[in-house]
């Protein structure tokens, strides 16, 4: 008989892993299944449903350090510390949409488990890197803490980034404790319009490189609608290509960083200026990757050395019918193949060709997910790291398994 348990405490938490192991039945671990259709289908009868386990154990806006149950939702944590005039510098983007759900349904867990980050990481780092602790239950059904309650704290970080991106194959986290990061007074988006692909990584390398402290570089080529109705100001709507530069903080600084790039980038064009409101709008848009949210179509996520992305976009382009667009000043890249093939051998040998990098398929049916490989496929030896990693976490291989690798 298929079971389903819900915890609400660690110990609980601890009681169903261990019959888990004991009677060598998988778990598939959820909190709100808002990432449940990423990666590939879990192998598993039984679910761990950790939507129950929620609630601030503590939070120091002095000392910017939270500590939450791992199914607390990340819609409370972000307008909790919004409240006290500070973030999530991570910028955890909001996979909802993208897969067909709700926004806004996302847990803190679920978050480390995939390790999320949004436009900000160039300058402040993924969800890993803003853990100071966590507790967790292993695939032996043993709890162990890591890291500490303090932001100076640096013991036990290994185990913590070990366990986020692991998409729950690891242990199952039972409570995080995070650094956060007072807000900035505002924000502007510097804009330039019509570049072709790569003057625009040029122009945001170029901004990356200086002291202008840009907190987001994004690409969005010709007919990608993102701004609202699509529109953008200075005529460039959904057919005109746009570079954007994201600058936040005090205000005043923020108007001589954006007078700084107007000298540096002169040679790419007089730029457009989006204010607060429509900045932050826009750049939610690129986080959650919401011009292809509403479609069926095979969705991927591309890591490259920035100059390498047009040359492999050029090349796919030339194979098939894709639209794409660049965050992270070019070492992101979004694929959306519009034919509806997930053309997954064509993606990774165009990698290849354009240098190297790693492609996540992050949006296609389930039968597909199956059989294809989501993630990049390891080298031998990181391979077999992995699978030893596994074995001492998770020796009988009950949590998430194939989740990420079919047979694992």
């Not at 995080?176 to 007074?185: A, D, F, H, I």
């Not at 540096?264 to 607060?276: H, I």
């Not at 796919?316 to 794409?324: C, I, P």
């Not at 890249?333 to 990698?351: F, K, M, P």
Request: neutral net charge.
């Amino acid at each position: 008989m298929d079971a389903s348990f819900k915890p609400r405490a660690t110990r609980q938490v601890e009681d169903a892993v261990k019959w888990a192991a004991a009677e060598e039945q998988p778990l598939e671990i959820v909190g709100h299944g808002s990432k449940r259709k990423l990666g590939r289908p879990v192998q598993a009868a039984h679910v761990l449903d950790l939507s129950d386990l929620t609630g601030i154990d503590s939070y120091e806006p002095a000392e910017l350090v939270l500590t939450v149950k791992a199914g607390t939702p990340i819609a409370e944590i972000e307008k909790l510390v919004d409240d006290n005039g500070q973030e999530l510098s991570f910028e955890p983007m909001d996979y909802g949409p993208l897969l067909g759900g709700e926004p806004g349904r996302g847990t803190i867990g679920g978050v480390l488990a995939a390790n999320l980050s949004g436009p900000r990481r160039i300058k402040s780092g993924a969800a890993r890197d803003h853990v100071l602790g966590m507790e967790a239950v292993s695939g032996r059904g043993e709890i162990f803490n890591s890291g500490g309650k303090v932001v100076k704290n640096v013991t036990g970080y290994d185990l913590p980034r070990a366990l986020c991106g692991a998409f729950g194959t690891l242990a199952v986290a039972t409570t995080v404790t995070l650094k956060v990061n007072p807000k900035p007074e505002t924000s502007a988006t510097f804009l330039l319009g019509g570049l072709n692909e790569a003057d625009a990584v040029k122009a945001m390398c170029r901004a990356m490189g200086s002291s202008a402290e840009v907190s987001g570089a994004a690409h969005l080529p010709a007919d990608l609608p993102f701004g609202p109705n699509g529109d953008l100001p200075g005529g460039l709507g959904g057919t005109s290509a746009r570079t954007l530069l994201r600058l936040e903080g005090f205000e005043a600084s923020v108007d001589y960083r954006f007078r700084t790039l107007e000298k540096l980038l002169g040679d790419f064009g007089t730029p457009d200026r989006l204010e607060a409101s429509r900045s932050e709008e826009l750049w939610r848009n690129i986080r959650d990757v919401k011009v292809f949210a509403g479609s069926g179509t095979p969705v991927w996520r591309v890591s490259v050395a920035p100059s390498d992305g047009p040359r492999l976009v050029a090349r796919l382009k030339a194979a098939f019918d894709v639209s794409a667009f660049y965050d992270w000043s070019g070492g992101l890249v979004w694929l959306s193949c519009n034919d509806g093939a997930v053309h997954d051998g064509e993606i990774r040998t165009a990698i290849a060709a354009a240098g190297g990098g790693h492609a996540t398929l992050v949006r296609a049916d389930p039968s597909v997910r199956a059989n294809v490989a989501i993630f990049q496929p390891q080298p031998d030896a990181l391979a077999a790291l992995s699978r030893r990693l596994k074995g001492q976490f998770d020796p009988k291989g009950i949590l998430n398994p194939g989740r990420m690798v079919t047979g694992v």
